[in-house]
């Protein structure tokens, strides 16, 4: 460990590695910066370990059972399949590992210091790890978030997402409680399995935030799969009986029986103890840190990034705003990410991609707008006997003829719409798409087919 004439150990001293602080330290240390890295629980964070990945993988097994039973159809039979619970979650564990040390070593192959233990702010150029003292220039707070479960009786008997990809044993009957992305992939992944699977959430419809006509087809389409949807209540209380069953208490009377409980009701920035308080960074109400534009804390010299600022919270976002800070510090460049036109994916069954504005949120905003849908049953669901429908809809700007927003509910959205957003990111307008000619047949093409507006 070297020390520069400034005196300090390290030019910028990172707290997380997770996407967006692995990200910041390489491409700092790629620089000729002396960077160090501090992360007291995994490699990789919340993505790698107990988010993204794994969550696909999961996603990915759960639509096995579906498709050997539309195989059928097609002439093949799959009789007898069994699922063995310990061999996914198993496999899936090494591949982790697997990650974990990939890691590592672009940590350290790109000139990071890797330091195992959690670091603790200590004054606007100092950090304590395991009891040690180091001193830096810069400290990059990128810690992430955390499930947040709230209190009721019983409470600690339910499980977050933190724990819900390693359970001893596959649950027969779960009850997920929540109404974004997490609770609604996980229940369309516990039901793919063949789990009783029951999703309460206190709102009048799931995902809020997406566009309504998306909620209301995807809730249609989850329910087709086996997912029980509870909505407008709320789970007052918990009992373990002896047996290990557990019995939720709903606030309209009902009493559902379970043998696992995931909550997913939502992540908060994970700033407890790492003493920003006591140097003076500026807390949102949630314990979000607030930065400027140069994600610069109220301290000059503590800068933060990712889902712990809680602008947008996804994984490419991280990257992006570890990148810009990092080209801002040290190349020059500018620090401002365009949070404009960010594709996302839920990997609900099926899937859900989204790029732009809901048709609610371009109606606020441009003075008219077209809007073209198309709703139709999949050409491989013609022999599989799959009742699943696909939903596609384009929003346009009347004036400009611009696409201001794209969504899809249906097989492989999240493939088809990543490249949609290259279109709307080049300023695609609905001229440009129905010039462009469809790979037939595919369900994709129907976006450059869409010709009779469905409503203004």
């Known amino acids: 460990m070297s020390t520069s004439d400034s005196g300090f150990d390290y030019d910028l001293f990172v707290i997380g590695a997770g996407s967006g602080g692995v990200r910041a330290g390489r491409m700092a240390a790629g620089l000729g910066v002396r960077v160090a890295v501090a992360e007291d629980l995994y490699l990789g964070g919340t993505c790698v370990n107990v988010g993204c990945v794994p969550k696909k993988l999961y996603v990915y097994a759960s639509h096995y059972a579906e498709g050997f039973e539309e195989a059928k159809g097609f002439g093949l039979n799959a009789d007898g399949v069994s699922f063995d619970w310990p061999t996914l979650r198993d496999h899936k564990k090494d591949e982790i590992g697997r990650l974990n040390g990939i890691y590592g070593n672009l940590?350290?192959?790109?000139?990071?210091?890797?330091?195992?233990?959690?670091?603790?702010?200590?004054?606007?150029?100092?950090?304590?790890?395991?009891?040690?003292?180091?001193?830096?220039?810069?400290?990059?707070?990128a810690t992430g978030g955390w499930p947040f479960v709230p209190e009721f009786p019983g409470s600690d008997q339910v499980i977050s997402s933190n724990e819900v990809f390693d359970l001893e044993q596959f649950p027969q009957r779960v009850i997920v409680v929540g109404g974004g992305y997490i609770a609604v992939?996980?229940?369309?992944?516990?039901?793919?399995?063949?789990?009783?699977?029951e999703l309460i959430?206190?709102?009048?419809?799931?995902?809020?935030?997406?566009?309504?006509?998306?909620?209301?087809?995807?809730?249609?389409?989850?329910?087709?799969?086996?997912?029980?949807?509870?909505?407008?209540v709320n789970i007052t209380r918990v009992e373990k009986r002896a047996d290990g069953t557990l019995c939720a208490t709903l606030d309209d009377g009902r009493v559902l029986e379970a043998d696992q409980i995931l909550y997913a009701t939502g992540r908060t920035p994970k700033t407890a103890g790492l003493g920003l308080e006591a140097v003076g960074v500026e807390l949102a109400d949630n314990g979000a840190i607030r930065v400027n534009d140069n994600f610069q804390s109220s301290v000059p010299s503590i800068y933060a990034i990712g889902d712990v600022i809680?602008?947008?919270?996804?994984?490419?976002?991280?990257?992006?705003?570890?990148?810009?800070?990092v080209r801002h510090l040290y190349s020059g460049g500018d620090a401002r990410v365009d949070y404009e036109l960010i594709p996302t994916a839920v990997f609900c069954q099926p899937n859900i991609g989204t790029v732009g504005l809901s048709e609610e949120q371009a109606r606020a905003r441009y003075a008219q707008i077209k809007v073209y849908c198309s709703e139709f049953r999949a050409l491989k669901h013609t022999l599989s006997g799959s009742q699943e429908r696909t939903l596609?809809?384009?929003?346009?700007?009347?004036?400009?003829?611009?696409?201001v927003g794209v969504?899809?509910?249906g097989a492989e959205a999240g493939e088809i719409i990543q490249g949609i957003a290259v279109a709307?990111?080049?300023?695609?307008t609905k001229a440009v798409f129905d010039a462009t000619i469809g790979i037939h047949p595919t369900a994709a093409e129907e976006f450059v087919t869409m010709r009779q507006v469905t409503r203004n």
């Open 107 to 141: 940590l350290r192959n790109a000139g990071c210091d890797l330091i195992d233990g959690r670091a603790v702010i200590t004054g606007p150029h100092s950090v304590e790890v395991a009891g040690k003292a180091y001193s830096a220039e810069r400290i990059l707070v």
């Open 185 to 197: 992939e996980f229940a369309g992944i516990f039901a793919g399995l063949g789990a009783k699977t």
């Open 201 to 232: 959430y206190r709102g009048d419809m799931i995902l809020r935030g997406f566009d309504e006509e998306v909620r209301r087809f995807t809730a249609q389409e989850i329910a087709k799969k086996g997912v029980g949807l509870n909505l407008g």
């Open 310 to 325: 809680d602008r947008v919270q996804l994984t490419p976002v991280a990257l992006a705003e570890g990148m810009a800070l």
């Open 392 to 403: 596609m809809k384009m929003i346009v700007d009347g004036d400009s003829d611009r696409v």
């Open 407 to 409: 969504h899809m509910v």
């Open 424 to 428: 709307l990111k080049a300023g695609a």
